[in-house]
């Protein structure tokens, strides 16, 4: 996400969205700043990295494993004779 503020039409689209998941949502001007837009710009910045992981992981520079609970996990793609850096074990 960048840095520039957002335009009254994105912010009137992002705040449309949070209501509609959310129809008796109601909160103050600070609070739907605070809240819900926080709460829609991770939503979108959780969908655009899915993206780009799968993105990277179909150009084979990252690799998903799952980890002990089957939670997907990335790293930079290992190929063979490729050893862990100092610190992992």
């Known amino acids: 996400m ?3 503020p957002q335009s009254v039409d994105e912010l009137a689209r ?3 969205a949070y ?3 959310h129809p008796e949502a109601a909160d103050s001007v600070d609070g739907i700043a605070q809240w ?3 709460r829609q710009r991770y939503r979108i ?3 655009r990295v899915k993206e780009a ?3 990277l ?3 084979g ?3 998903r494993t799952p980890n002990a609970t089957g939670v997907a996990v990335y790293r930079a793609r290992r190929t063979a004779g490729t050893s862990h850096s100092q610190g992992e074990e």
């Open 45 to 47: 910045a959780v969908d």
């Open 19 to 21: 209501l509609r998941e």
């Open 36 to 38: 819900w837009l926080q």
């Open 61 to 63: 520079q990252v690799e």
């Open 14 to 16: 992002d705040i449309a």
């Open 53 to 55: 992981l799968h993105r």
């Open 57 to 59: 992981e179909e150009q």
């Open 2 to 4: 960048s840095d520039q």
